[in-house]
């Protein structure tokens, strides 16, 4: 079986305050710029550099901790960049795990998002293009 290359791309967490979060990891990674960002169902921005991302959605303090639909506080979910989704979906839904979330197919990328055994979801995004600004689009 050939290893994937894989990272780390992006954490998603729920806050209390979008400005002092960004205030924290501006501070700690002072690089980061503000990649994108709306307000459809709740205000939420991607804090990062051309290849890894905060995701830092606005939440309230007195959001709990069982509700898992990105409006509570604490991480989210953990995204990884993978060579092959299929493959990895294959395997984890071989050995008994569940998706979250439908797979999306985009013009840019696929994603898959499944649930570990303590009820984390994990990310698996595999990009359809090497172009920065194509990967990072926010339109399609």
């Known amino acids: 079986m050939k290893t994937q290359k894989i990272y780390l791309e992006h954490a998603n ?71 092959n989704v299929n493959e990895i979906a294959e395997r984890l839904l071989v050995k008994g795990y569940k998706r979250d979330y439908p797979k999306q197919i985009e013009k840019f990328r696929i994603r898959d998002y499944f649930i570990d055994s303590d009820g984390n979801e994990f990310e698996f995004v595999q990009y359809l293009s090497n172009k920065t600004e194509e990967k990072n689009s926010y339109t399609d």
Not at 33 to 58: F, K, P
């Open 13 to 83: 967490i729920t806050v209390s305050n979008i400005e002092k979060s960004v205030d924290f990891f501006q501070t700690a990674f002072p690089h980061f710029v503000i990649r994108g960002g709306g307000n459809e169902t709740r205000e939420w921005i991607h804090l990062g550099d051309a290849s890894t991302y905060i995701a830092i959605n606005q939440g309230t303090p007195e959001q709990v901790h069982e509700n898992k639909n990105m409006d509570r506080l604490g991480i989210n979910h953990i995204g990884f960049v993978v060579e």
